[in-house]
T-cell receptor
């Protein structure tokens, strides 16, 4: 099973709402990622978790709050978002090699398409 | 500064080979060359990667120039399912470390039936 699942597929929220995006994988991967992709742009890295600990935060605003409750699950909690946060949010996972990860394949989910009104 | 340069778009006829070029003139000796593709309404998927030698897998071949300043992704027989944006990515240990995939603009491949 090389599947990363994401729920919901689509989400519409107001600027005062609180919502969460969920990502799940059962490949035994210990690195998990959130990427953001604006329309007609390439994906951009937001967060990296390794061994369920946040290891990289690419200067993402605090209205995005990631959480990794266990080795299979990754959440992204959303609060007080702005319309410009509307985008496709992609989750990915990969094995963790000792040392460098530059040969590890990242497996992506289909994404959650978020619209902030 | 862009680390890789790819054509914005390319077209191919179905069942013909496709050669997708990528220039990476500032590549360092330890950078790996990765290719991912993103089909419409899907997340990116891994295609192939290499360091110096040409590589083959069930999806594609990767031809790397001897000076490593360019590479070419080869799809041997394009199908309609290969229509996607293809990203050529250099992976190194800088920035967010070796975890990061830094996507460029990619090449949008259209396959004509």
């Amino acid at each position: 099973d090389t599947e990363v699942t994401q729920t919901p597929k689509h989400l519409v929220m107001g600027m005062t709402n609180k919502k969460s995006l969920k990502c799940e994988q059962h490949m035994g991967h210990r690195a998990m990622y959130w990427y953001k992709q604006k329309a007609k742009k390439p994906p951009e890295l937001m967060f990296v978790y390794s061994y369920e600990k946040l290891s990289i935060n690419e200067s993402v605003p605090s209205r995005f709050s990631p959480e990794c409750p266990n080795s299979s699950l990754l959440n992204l909690h959303l609060h007080a978002l702005q319309p410009e946060d509307s985008a496709l949010y992609l989750c990915a996972s990969s094995h963790l090699s000792s040392g460098t990860q530059i040969q590890e394949t990242q497996y992506f989910g289909p994404g959650t398409r978020l619209l902030v009104l | 500064d862009a680390k890789t340069t790819q054509p914005n778009s390319m077209e191919s006829n179905e069942e013909e080979p496709v050669h997708l070029p990528c220039n990476h003139s500032t590549i360092s000796g330890t950078d790996y060359i990765h290719w991912y593709r993103q089909l419409p309404s899907q997340g990116p998927e891994y295609v192939i990667h290499g360091l110096t030698s040409n590589v083959n897998n069930r999806m594609a071949s990767l031809a790397i120039a001897e000076d490593r300043k360019s590479s070419t992704l080869i799809l041997h027989r394009a199908t309609l399912r290969d229509a996607a944006v293809y990203y050529c990515i250099l992976r190194d240990d800088s920035g967010a470390g070796s975890y990061q995939l830094t996507f460029g603009k990619g090449t949008k491949l259209s396959v004509i039936p």
